[in-house]
């Protein structure tokens, strides 16, 4: 079967990971119809309005422009294509991983898929989900075989929203394949649009990958979480000691403690992981599980901080939260610590205000006040906690604010010794 990287592309999830991709391939000459189950998202992308940080609205224009770059609700807009990719979400639902939007996709997709095309699953998930759980739908839905008729594999995302340095184009891709000629024709895919591809053996390989990547950030910021809650009892500043220890240029990689982790794949992945390990192996992966504890604990952690730092009751306390995204500079409000923290406030009784930039009101709370970053504000306020260190924010006002009010820091953005650092 000849593999070839197609011209007409389809992306069925035109969120963090999918509107990247297909910009990225609209811009690279190719032909893009995007697919999203969300009709006010697809009304947004039509008119040029990018939701997504990563694509300005500029870029976006450009290619709808182009007229090589089109959206829609409706699923049968993907017929006709070479290269389906699938970058949908795969959440955890009571534990157990929700593959429902991956399934939703194979059955939409193989109606429309043609011998010679190419399908290619993003979302992450556990070792077996391309060949166990998208073949037989795309196979069953087209009355094609994969490998035979058609090609299948699989391509990790590495989106990191808000990164100026690493972006999708020169990012490098990992790909993979059912067979040689699946694995030549993902490969081929993606080299028109990234810098550089690193082929793997099997799909699985590259689903583990995935998880061994994000896994490995959970357990380090769980440890340096624990050891941050140690740190300060002990009288010492674990901000200094990482700092500190990150100048040796060997076996060390710094990472550093915060309100907890959040976005669509550290509270996620690692679960993913360890649900599969255990239902396929009957192991517990250990270091998984101590690290979802520890990171889950760090926003009950962090209000118990502020309540002792401002030395009054939380019940009818003026709180004052930096940032509700689970990462700086972006909108991605998605498993956020920060949140989280904001729950708890609540809950406690205490009046909580945020300042958030980025993230649409929609997506927000309706239990936190979203306000202006102002001395006025500050002076209202019984504590003020940094949860996101968004840059362009007025970060000598804080300082300043802590000659009269209590400021907890808890990602080491402020200089100023009288602001308490997690």
């Not at 939007?101 to 190419?118: C, D, F, I, N």
């Not at 035979?148 to 340095?165: A, K």
């Not at 080299?191 to 990958?209: G, K, M, N, W, Y």
């Not at 989280?340 to 958030?356: F, Q, Y």
Request: charged letters at 25%; a negative charge.
């Amino acid at each position: 079967m000849y593999a070839n990287a197609g011209s007409r592309v389809t992306v069925v999830g035109l969120g963090y990971v999918g509107l990247p991709v297909a910009v990225a391939a609209a811009e690279r000459g190719l032909d893009v119809t995007g697919v999203d189950v969300d009709a006010l998202r697809v009304k947004r992308l039509a008119s040029g309005d990018s939701y997504v940080e990563d694509i300005p609205d500029e870029r976006l224009l450009a290619a709808l422009d182009s007229g090589r770059l089109h959206v829609s609700t409706d699923p049968a807009a993907a017929a006709g294509f070479d290269v389906a990719v699938i970058t949908v979400p795969t959440p955890l639902t009571d534990g157990a991983p929700d593959l429902s939007y991956v399934q939703a996709s194979g059955r939409a997709l193989a109606p429309h898929l043609r011998r010679g095309a190419t399908v290619i699953l993003e979302s992450t998930s556990y070792p077996g989900t391309t060949e166990d759980v998208l073949r037989p739908l795309l196979e069953q839905g087209s009355s094609l075989t994969a490998g035979r008729d058609f090609h299948l594999g699989y391509s990790p995302e590495r989106i990191d929203p808000g990164n100026r340095r690493w972006r999708l184009e020169n990012t490098p891709k990992v790909v993979s394949g059912i067979d040689d000629d699946s694995l030549e024709a993902v490969e081929a895919f993606y080299d028109r649009i990234v810098e550089r591809t690193v082929p793997v053996s099997s799909p699985r390989t590259a689903e583990l990958t995935k998880l061994l990547e994000n896994t490995f950030r959970h357990v380090n910021i769980a440890l340096v979480n624990e050891l941050a809650m140690c740190a300060r009892p002990l009288g010492v500043d674990i901000w200094e000691a990482v700092d500190a220890a990150a100048t040796k240029p060997f076996g060390f990689m710094p990472f550093f403690p915060g309100p907890g982790v959040g976005g669509h794949c550290l509270p996620v992945d690692p679960s993913y992981l360890s649900w599969q390990v255990r239902r396929q192996l009957q192991h517990d992966v250990r270091f998984v599980s101590l690290a979802n504890e520890i990171n889950a604990h760090m926003p009950s952690y962090v209000v118990e901080r502020a309540a002792a730092g401002m030395r009054r009751a939380l019940a009818g306390a003026r709180v004052l939260l930096i940032g509700l995204a689970y990462k700086k500079d972006t909108g991605d409000v998605r498993e956020s610590p920060a949140v989280e923290t904001a729950r708890l406030l609540h809950e406690a009784g205490a009046v909580v205000h945020a300042v958030e930039p980025h993230a649409d009101p929609a997506h927000l709370p309706t239990h936190v006040l979203c306000v202006e970053l102002t001395e006025a504000e500050l002076r209202a306020s019984d504590a003020v906690i940094v949860l996101t260190d968004h840059d362009g924010l007025d970060y000598a006002l804080l300082e300043a604010a802590a000659s009269y009010t209590y400021v907890l820091d808890t990602r080491s953005r402020c200089a100023a010794r009288t602001v308490e650092r997690l």
